[in-house]
């Protein structure tokens, strides 16, 4: 990773990173892309994705990421998510994330609006800015230490 890095500092150059280990992503990446489903949840700066994430989805598998810091790992709350992943074949209308959101309402039937939550970061959800207020936030949370 560290050269990775190296290489794309020392020629400047824009890479596309496709992973599913977030903390490596965090270490890397300067915009962040969160997909469900073959389409965007979420996007937005490294930095204000990692700290305030606005869909539910993000805020789920941003819970699930371990801490190095003692403390922090053991008063981390993991977002545990119900169901299965719906079928890449057949997807649910709407709201991709439907079938397994805890703030799901009849209206994630309808495909979501592209919200702006700030300057640089975009959440596909209707209740993106009352997710991220704290508003709708009904998870199944389990303390892991």
């Given amino acids: 990773m560290n050269l990775f890095l190296k290489l794309r500092d020392d020629f400047g150059m824009s890479c596309l990173l496709i992973a599913h280990d977030l903390a490596i992503v965090r270490q890397a990446a300067q915009r962040v892309y969160v997909m469900y ?11 204000a ?7 539910p989805y ?44 805890p703030a799901v309402q009849s209206v994630c ?9 700030s300057e640089s970061n975009l959440a596909s959800c209707h209740f993106a800015g009352r997710i991220k207020a704290g508003i709708l936030q009904e998870y199944d949370v389990r303390q892991v230490g």
């Fill in 37 to 47: 489903l073959g389409r965007v949840m979420e996007e937005g700066e490294s930095g």
């Fill in 109 to 117: 039937e309808t495909s979501p609006p592209v919200n702006s939550l």
């Fill in 49 to 55: 994705l990692y700290s305030q994430p606005a869909h």
């Fill in 58 to 101: 993000t805020q789920a598998l941003l819970s699930a990421v371990p801490s190095t810091n003692p403390v922090e790992e053991r008063e981390r709350q993991r977002i545990i998510l119900k169901g299965d992943v719906p079928s890449p074949v057949n997807r649910p209308t709407g709201c991709r994330f439907r079938t397994r959101c």
